[in-house]
């Protein structure tokens, strides 16, 4: 065994989007001599960075004042124009603007690509005097003697499938830190870890999410508003017992920012989140938008959509959950990376904080409580049932009582009441009482199918090395995700990685196809018996969006 090199700092930061590297910004702004590093598991900075996205500059004029004046990407398209749609199968109405609480506005906001921030506010960071390091996932979390964390390791690299060693094969570094913040995003593997083992939901609804999936468009000059902000609901989810929404943005250089995202927690498992968003394109309010268009850049993602009841505690010895690892998604407005870089900064003051006062590996509890009363919370208790009233009575009457009870606390007069959450893999109900959905087949100019899409997304992962989707018990996945749900993970994965393959005479095979793992997560969240865990695979591995 070789042995491992080891590096120590102040801080590390697991993940490199928008909420570490505000969280690293900021520690450096405090105290310049703090040693900060940040991990990032993709090749790049922004790699595996996906949102639509319509940032509210909250956060970034709290970071960085100036950023308007520092050529930040996010800078270039104001949001000028925005409508609500509510489509059936033919037509659409939009939702009078006067019907929403003003916190819905979109006023002051910018469109543009989350990914082109993240690389801008890497930039900033490494300014600064960050440590960097892209292609470097965290694979596992160290202890001190009292079991705090203490740090984390890096991902062996060259490992074989059979779990030996490569001509290439390079051991992981173990990185020492006073605190490490987890930044991961939505069901992040080593967040998972840090929850069951300090009990972080003990005090808490457990997290729901959606699935967010995304095309980029070229779209004809002509049809392109800069700014332009449309959201939809309604059709096709509301033919599949479903529910969700799907989004158009005007952006930079002539190119729209289209998807759909929805909720997990549906019950039929014939549903396939992929060909709801094939089929929401071809409405003919979407369709007219990109005919004549090319597509350049497809991807997906989870979101956290628990809101402010699914929040966990935030901090334990040694460790912080930041941003989307911890869940600060405001659904109703469609955004979360002003909350998520926010709770970055909360974090970076304690930590510095702490550090001066020359402690290390302690609970930084003043994180939590300044988390619980800053705006974050503010914002995200005033639609904190709006995502439970849809999922418990429905996409029309739910908006009807989400709507109602957004307006109440806008008032001041709102229910002292949080609705609950049920976890989305209970949810999913057995197969026979269901019939199977006949989605329509790609046309290749709107829609496409799964595998081309995956090539639009510039996936790649080393072809030997250890499958980094671990199915706990196969004959399980066989008796239960088979035989009693009809297999939903061919349906609900929208890379087309899972599939049960039937031969004449032949019992139905499992086929795991790694390759096209586009880093969703969402096998983890909606398996019926959990038995699919997602781990971080080799360094660098995995999509690599451009502009998205």
Known sequence: MSERESMPCDVVIVGGGVAGLSAAIRLKQLNEELEVVVLEKGSEIGAH???????????????????????CPMAETPVTDNWHWVLSKGSKYALPHLLMPPFMSNKGCY????????????????????MV?????????????????????????????????????????????????????????LTKQMKAMFNLEADCQPQVYGLGIKD???????????????????????????????????????????????????????????????RWKTHPAIREYLEGGKRVAYGARAINEGGWQSV??????????????????NVPRIKGSHTAMKSGMLAAESAAAAIAGGAEHTELADYDAAVR?????????????????????????????????MWMRQLKIGLPISMKHEPDYQLTTRADLYQPIAYPKPDGVLTFDRLTSVAFSYTNHAEDQPNHLQVHDM?????????????????????????????DGVEPKFVINSQNCVHCKTCDIKDPNQNINWTTPEGGGGPNYPNM
Not at 49 to 69: C, F, Q, T, Y
Not at 118 to 124: D, S
Not at 476 to 502: D, N, T
């Open 475 to 503: 004959d399980l996945q066989k008796r239960s995700e088979y035989e009693i749900f009809a297999g939903p993970s061919a349906r609900y994965c929208p890379a087309g990685v899972y599939e049960w393959v039937v031969e």
């Open 49 to 71: 960075i996906l949102s639509g996205a319509v940032i509210d500059p909250k956060s970034l004029d709290e970071l960085l004042p100036d950023w308007r004046g520092m050529d």
């Open 373 to 405: 009363s800053s705006w974050i919370a503010k914002e995200l208790q005033q639609v904190k049932n709006a995502q439970p009233a849809v999922a418990k009575f429905g996409g029309e009457i739910g908006t009807i009582v989400a709507g109602l009870d």
């Open 312 to 329: 966990p505690k935030l901090a334990f010895p040694g460790g912080a959950l930041i941003g989307c690892a911890a869940g600060f998604v």
């Open 133 to 189: 390091f892209p292609g470097f996932p965290a694979a596992e979390v160290m202890f001190d003697e009292a079991g705090a964390v203490a740090g984390v390791v890096t991902q062996d690299m060259g490992v074989a499938a059979d779990g030996s060693h490569k001509s290439d094969y390079q051991p992981g570094m173990e990185i020492h830190a006073k605190y490490t913040m987890f930044a991961e995003g939505a069901r992040g593997n």
């Open 111 to 130: 469109t543009g690509s989350l990914g082109n921030l993240t690389r801008w506010l890497a930039e900033q960071a490494e300014g600064l005097g960050v």
């Open 216 to 278: 980029l468009w070229d779209i004809d000059p002509e049809l392109h508003v800069p700014g332009r902000v449309i959201h939809t609901q309604g059709w096709p989810m509301s033919e599949t017992d479903s529910w969700g929404g799907g989004f158009l943005y005007h952006q930079a250089n002539g190119q729209v920012a289209l998807g759909f995202v929805t909720a997990l927690d549906y019950k039929n498992p014939y549903v396939s989140p992929y060909h709801e968003f094939q």
